[in-house]
Each structure stands twice: as C-alpha cells, then as structure tokens.
C-alpha cells in the first residue's frame, strides 16, 4: 500500500516538474538529471534513481525541438524508469530501457496534447480583443491538463512494469539487458564528446 501510494505521489510530482519544460519556469526541474534522483530519493532508491536519471540526461542532451518535431521526454522517460525499479520490481537495467521506451512513447502524445490547445487561440484571441486580458483561467487549465495527462501516463508505466515483474523467465532478460545497461554511461559520454567537438569546430 505504501509503494502504491508513493507511486502515486511521485506521479503526480512528475506532472508538476514536466511543466518546466515548456509552460512554468524552465528552470531545468524537468530534465531526467534532477527527475531521477528526487523520484530515487522519494521512493528508498537514491542511487540508482540517479544512475537513471544521469544516463537518460546524457542520452538526451542533444534533443532540441525544432520546428514540430517533438522530441522523446526526458522526464516521462526518468520517472518511468524510476517507478518501475521501485514499484514494479524490475531490475534497474530493464527498468532504464523501459523508462526509454516511455519517453520516446510520450512523444506524440504530447503532439495531440499541444494541437488540442490551438483551438483555444481563436477564443483567447477574441476574449483580448473585447478587453478581457484575464487569462488565469486559460492558464490553469492547460496547466491542469498537462500535469494530469503526464502523472496517468507515468503510472501506466509503472501498472506496466508491475505487470512485467509478474512474468515468468523475466529473469532471462537481466543478462542481457545488464551488459547493455553497462554500455550506457560509455555511450553517452561518446555522443557528449561529438557535440562538444561539434561545438569546438563551429567556434574556430
């Protein structure tokens, strides 16, 4: 009951924090870097919801949102690899590559998410032009929607993963998904080193 309960808040935390992407703040409480190790603490894993949210940030750093392109997120990915090592009770090597696969997931989700508020221009446009500039109701709606469509998504990973760790022979799949898991840190490090490279290249 108590796993259960800190999923929930822990979900719900993760709506907050995924509205400093784009909508509050952006002050970088959004990124797997900070999402993992709060989620890790808050849930008896410190450690390894660091190592989570840490791989997923160097995996991660080099998506920018370009035009439409909506890239995987980073804290739907963090919180679901978090969340299924502490309340679905995978080990932390399928749990990392489950929190990927969250986030990639997430991706046109929150594609509908957006195109479901354009409508709302036409009406917050119309309600400006007749000299109404109160907004605060617009703004926690779509504040509201987003958290609450993140925290759902979020603790659908996790009824997810529970359900995996009920499988028989998921055991099998640890060897493998350890080694790759060890190949992460080395992989991110490698892509770090290309941007800055890059970066290095353009500044001369």
């Not at 797997?32 to 791989?55: H, K, S, T, Y």
């Not at 090597?93 to 354009?118: C, H, M, N």
Request: aromatic share 12%.
């Amino acid at each position: 009951m108590i796993t259960v309960l800190k999923a929930v808040i822990s979900a719900a935390l993760t709506g907050l924090l995924g509205l400093d992407a784009v909508q509050a703040g952006q002050f970088l409480l959004s990124r797997p870097a900070f999402v993992g190790p709060v989620l890790g603490w808050l849930n008896g894993c410190p450690l390894e919801g660091a190592r989570i949210g840490i791989l997923l940030e160097l995996l991660y750093i080099d998506f920018i949102p370009v035009g439409g392109v909506v890239p995987p997120n980073g804290t739907a990915a963090a919180a679901a690899g978090v969340l299924a090592h502490s309340a679905g009770g995978l080990a932390p090597s399928l749990s990392f590559f489950l929190g990927l696969a969250a986030g990639a997931a997430f991706s046109p989700i929150e594609y509908r998410l957006r195109a479901s508020r354009s409508p709302w221009n036409g009406v917050i446009e119309a309600q400006v032009n007749a000299g109404d500039i109160s907004l605060r109701r617009w703004l926690a709606r779509s504040l509201l929607f987003e958290n609450a469509a993140m925290a759902v998504y979020v603790l659908a990973w996790t009824a997810l993963a529970a359900c995996l760790g009920y499988l028989p022979g998921i055991g099998a799949l640890y060897p493998g998904t350890d080694f790759a898991y060890s190949l992460m840190p080395w992989l991110g490090l490698s892509g770090l080193y290309f941007r800055f490279r890059t970066q290095l290249y353009k500044k001369g």
